[in-house]
């Protein structure tokens, strides 16, 4: 997709469509009000015969409209005037997109950065704009196969940028846009692809070609190897798969030889049954989401590599199936973890902890500036949050503020969870130093404190998105997030 920023007047625009806004109450936008009187008033007329009353998301497409250049014009509805805000410009866009991918239009100008959005400015209504168009255009039907609509003949996006001049600032945030929106694609192409397919190995092998493709150095820990490190925990996850566990180690160098690198360690369970601990029936196809922490990491480095941040960056994923079976780890096993400290795993089904906690032990060899674990890692997160913010819980309070101000920027938002010493007390064991799971209230917090036990000495931040990294019901998929917030994140850091 080509994107390009450009002034000039609305009606003179020579393209496939134009889109404008209508705010509710039929209330035209400032383009659509320049359409409309180039036009003899013929777009309100259009309007007020009542086809579209401008609630958010709705689209009307109308052809050749008196005496404007272009062969049609795409009317979004935006919403409440006095409500809009940063998601709803996105929905609006989203929703162009959708529209406009059902017609012939191969070209398309886009009129919404007129609009004011909560006072962000126009750099970052671009950036958000092409990531809405991305997210508009997005399919996942390579599995399909007749894949419904092969011919897109949306080719070019041209955000109409009033009458000021086209800005180096604009093609920055195009840019920018471009590289974040295709790590996010990258990450719900992997989220996407079922169980069968996106094995440990297929994972690998994906990392492998990201290196490739960006000249960074990729590391594959085999059985063999995470045996010798002792990692006896993402070891027991393991067991019960014949599918071979892999730790994926991926070394982008962007900034000075030895300067101290960002880690990224990603939650990498490429199905998760509960194991022993089975899971029930019901919705258990989206347990092939658990590897959307690993999916995010690939995507932000992708992301990192495209914008060339002068920073290092190492991201780890731990890759594994988590199913039962007769070697399979069983409620009540003690294991030794890399760092030495035993573990009772009484729950199966906390197993996202369990190859977290090796990966956070052996990440440390790499003396990270900070450590930023991503992981679907409870179902408490999502009761507690829902799908629109990520659980974020940090040892460090400027750390946290970084990560949040990164989310916000990123419009991909997470909120902060309590990590007081005083929830500690829940994970307690007769018989190993800790278990795995305490006695269920505030799941997703006790999650966060047992990974606390094994990064002490670093600054860390610990995502929970398991609400966030994919949707259920009709619009079932990996949403891609945070790669934003982590492309912010890691561009923050490199500024
Ligand atoms: N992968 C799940 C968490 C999850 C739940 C992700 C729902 C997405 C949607 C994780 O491995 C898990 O099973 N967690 C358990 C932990 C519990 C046993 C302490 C959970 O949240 O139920
Ligand atoms: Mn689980
Ligand atoms: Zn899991």
Redesign the pocket.
């Known amino acids: 997709m080509e994107f390009r920023v450009k002034g000039g007047s609305p009606w003179k625009q020579r393209t496939g469509c134009v889109v404008v806004g209508l705010y509710e109450g039929r209330k035209l936008s400032p383009a659509a009000a320049a359409l409309d009187a180039a036009s003899g008033q013929a777009l309100g007329a259009i309007v007020q015969r009542g086809d579209l009353e401008g609630e958010l998301g709705t689209t009307l497409l109308l052809h050749d409209v008196p005496d404007v250049a272009c062969e049609r014009v795409l009317l979004v509805g935006l919403g409440r005037k006095r409500d809009f805000h940063e998601t709803s410009y996105r929905t609006a866009l989203c929703a162009a997109v959708k529209a406009l991918r059902t017609t012939g239009a191969g070209e398309a100008t886009i009129c919404l950065n007129e609009l004011p959005v909560n006072g962000r400015d126009g750099a970052w209504k671009i950036e958000q704009g092409v990531l809405a168009v991305m997210e508009g255009l997005y399919r996942f039907d390579s599995l399909k196969s007749k894949p419904p609509d092969a011919k897109r003949a949306l080719k070019k996006v041209v955000f109409h940028v009033g009458d000021g001049p086209e800005t180096a600032a604009g093609e920055e945030a195009i840019a920018r846009g471009q590289a974040i929106a295709e790590g996010v694609v990258l990450a719900r192409d992997l989220g996407n692809l079922p169980g069968n397919l996106c094995t440990p190995t297929y994972l690998a092998d994906q990392a492998r070609e990201l290196g490739k493709r960006h000249g960074f150095k990729v590391k594959i820990l085999e059985k063999k190897d995470l045996e010798k490190l002792g990692m006896g925990a993402f070891l027991a996850v393991a067991r019960g798969s014949p599918q071979p566990p892999k730790l994926i180690v991926m070394e982008y160098q962007g900034g000075a030889s030895g300067a101290q690198p960002v880690a990224l360690v990603g939650k990498g ?1 490429t199905f ?1 049954t ?1 194991g022993i601990s089975i899971k029930p029936a019901h919705e258990m196809d ?2 092939k989401f ?1 590897m959307c922490g690993a999916a995010s990491v690939f995507g932000a480095m992708h992301a990192a590599a495209l914008m060339k941040l002068p920073i290092n960056v190492v991201g780890i994923v731990p890759a594994t199936e988590n199913m039962p079976g007769g070697d399979a780890i069983k409620p009540g096993d003690i294991v030794a973890t890399m760092s030495g400290q035993t573990v009772e795993i009484l ?1 199966t ?4 902890r369990l190859v977290l906690c090796d990966a956070l032990t052996y990440v440390q060899k790499y003396k990270p500036a900070v450590v930023v674990d991503v992981a ?5 997160i ?1 009761t507690a949050l829902g799908h629109i913010a990520t659980g974020m819980f940090c040892n460090d309070d400027a750390l946290a503020r970084e990560v949040l101000e990164a989310g916000e920027r990123a419009w991909d938002r997470a909120w902060r969870m309590p990590l007081w010493n005083d929830y500690q007390d829940a994970l307690k064991s007769n018989f190993a130093d800790f278990p795995n ?1 305490g006695p ?1 209230a505030a ?1 997703a917090v006790i999650a966060a404190c047992f990974l606390s036990r094994f990064t002490a000495r670093l600054p860390w931040v610990h995502l929970d998105i ?1 609400g966030t990294a994919s949707r259920s019901g009709a619009d079932k998929g990996a949403t891609g997030r945070p790669v934003a917030l982590l492309a912010h994140f890691l561009a923050g850091r490199a500024s």
């Not at 089904?349 to 996202?352: H, I, P, Q, R």
């Not at 679907?376 to 408490?380: D, K, M, S």
């Open positions: 369970l998760d509960g989206e347990m658990d729950d089904d906390a197993e996202g679907t890692l409870t179902g408490a999502v799971v269920h799941d398991a």
